[in-house]
């Protein structure tokens, strides 16, 4: 198996250290990831500014944009191979419920999803690299069962996957959940500049608001591994029909048909 490898941090994270090497003797692995810290990147892509790809002494190859970039050039030539499965991660900290629109963790994976592979997005519930060595074990053990599974007619899949803090003995058996959800986010922060402008930082995520059993803030609490198959179509299918119908009161039945008046 051909895994390539990418995560948020930036290549020198302590995360993506430890899953390639759990990982390494399993698949041949591939890393390119972030020059730097990129997290709440979400699927950005720089087009405005050239990108460099660069060698770490440890082979890892490290690029000056974005997660998605790196899965991006990777994918359209950097690699000169497909690979297998898209491994993103290990995220320092939760991707769960909301968090799922912003990660740059989940950016990468679901790159590698767009362009027809499997991909999984790897997180740690809590910062701090705690029991990282653990979460990466968890996370090898995930990629040898399931990283090579076909769905049915070959269609990719995308999992986002949550790890809690804890040792790996401690750690219990996976559960499928759906997407918790989180209160609104803390407030802005403002400080003033040296030169006596104001600044402003995004406050912290919210707490969790959804978090009932069958979600993955309920399944990481309760010392599971929470792994939530994700998509990409955004489209509200349940509210069609009624929009549909509200058009066609609005602009008559043609707008209904998709024809232009």
Sequence with gaps: MKILLCNDDGFQAPGIVALYDALKDIAEVEVIAPEHNNSAKSNSLTLYSPLYVHQAANGFRYVNGTPADCVHIAMTGLLGYRPDLVVSGINNGANMGDDTIYSGTVGAAMEGYLFGVPAIAFSQVEKGWGHIDAAAATARDVVAKIGQHQQE???PWLLNVNIPNLPFDQIKAPKI?????????EKVITQTSPRGDTMYWIGSA??????AD?????ATEHGHVAITPLKVDLTDHDALGYWS???GHMWGASATSG???
């Excluded at 069958?214 to 309920?218: A, I, K, S, Y």
């Design 259 to 261: 024809a232009k008046n």
């Design 153 to 155: 007619g070959g269609k």
């Design 206 to 211: 919210g707490a969790a608001f959804d978090a």
């Design 245 to 247: 119908q509200g058009l």
């Design 177 to 185: 959940c759906r997407l918790g959800r989180r209160h609104a986010a």
């Design 214 to 218: 069958g979600t993955d803030f309920h």
